[in-house]
């Protein structure tokens, strides 16, 4: 603004304006100066509060949490780990390293409420942080022993946490004295399932239900995906799979959260890692072609975006990008994806969070 536009009852204004102002600052400053012990305590109350109390759920809302989307190739991400809370109720689904932290760090999620973990298989990327999140939701206050839902090989995984976590149990315990953090609370029990009949029902309670069905991941075994429904919401979470031929099974779900490698990005990774005498990445880089989702069809090679081609989801996410999402041609390349996706597709990063509300269609992308 120009001086000579300023009229006399313009300044007038701007300076009662400021000499409020001056008066509220003064005020303030008086009143920090006279109190700082009160000021001090509630600013000490507010911070410590800030650690302890964490947020209720909102109301009937589906709330989906991306705690690790990351792989072993991705270290600077979590690995592999989704929640579902609904109603101060949390389910989690595989817990790979790190993915723990990120729960604990996360306001909105008390580790005390977590009711359930499924494992979609025992693959480090997705249960390296069993034994940290059993710890956490234990001496947070978890009501009964961890129950850990997974195919066969879960049992070892569980026996073998119990064990590895035994002298911990023993010291806390012997801290905190058993009454308030009891050691039987303090184990994990392992719930085991098979889906060589189809897709089975493994989990039901008043606010979820969970089924898993069979998905190609091998030499792995026993690798499964899970279906989760609240009431007219529902989420489909891929676990890690080769490209399947039909999709239809994801038909009616409001999301399929799935994984995805780009095979050609990923055999050039080889290649050069062949030229510059790696060849140890170059086999491995090789190999996870063949047991995980080729994202783009090219060349013969069919990939997840034909198979979208007629099916009836509402939004695809896409986590456990292979290689890194972070490398300028992936990140080229998930553009194409969701550039030419017939369904709707995101891309998920460690935090992230989605809302279904019930008995409505929304999706809201937090
Ligand atoms: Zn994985
Ligand atoms: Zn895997």
Partial sequence: MKLEHLTEGKILKYLAMFFMGLVLVTVLVVFVIKSPKQVMDELVRRGVEELLVVEEDPKDVMRVIFNGTGTPLAAQFASQSTVIAINDNIYVFDVGPRSNANLVMNMTLEPAFVKAVFISHTHSDHVGDLGQLNLASWVRGREG??????????????????????????HRVAHHGADLIDP?????????????????????????????????????????????????????ISGDTALMDDYSYANGADLLIHEGIFHQVNTRIARIAERVGKLRMMQIFDHINHYHTNMIDYEGEPGLLSRMEGIDVDMLVLTHIIPTRDN??????????????????????DNDEIHLPLGSDEIIVK
């Fill in 184 to 236: 039987e609370v303090g184990l994990m029990e392992a719930n085991i399932f098979n889906t060589d009949d189809g897709e089975v029902l493994v989990y039901k309670d008043d606010q979820i239900e969970v089924s898993a069905f069979y998905v190609p991941h091998d030499p792995v075994t026993g690798a499964v995906g899970y279906r989760i429904t609240c009431q007219d919401r529902s989420v489909i």
């Fill in 145 to 170: 022993p961890l129950q850990v839902y997974g195919t066969e090989t879960v049992q070892d995984l569980v026996d073998g946490y119990n064990l590895a976590y035994g002298p911990d149990r023993m």
């Fill in 328 to 349: 300028f041609l992936v990140k080229r390349k998930l553009k194409e994806f969701i550039s030419k996706s017939p369904v709707e597709t995101i891309v998920v990063e």
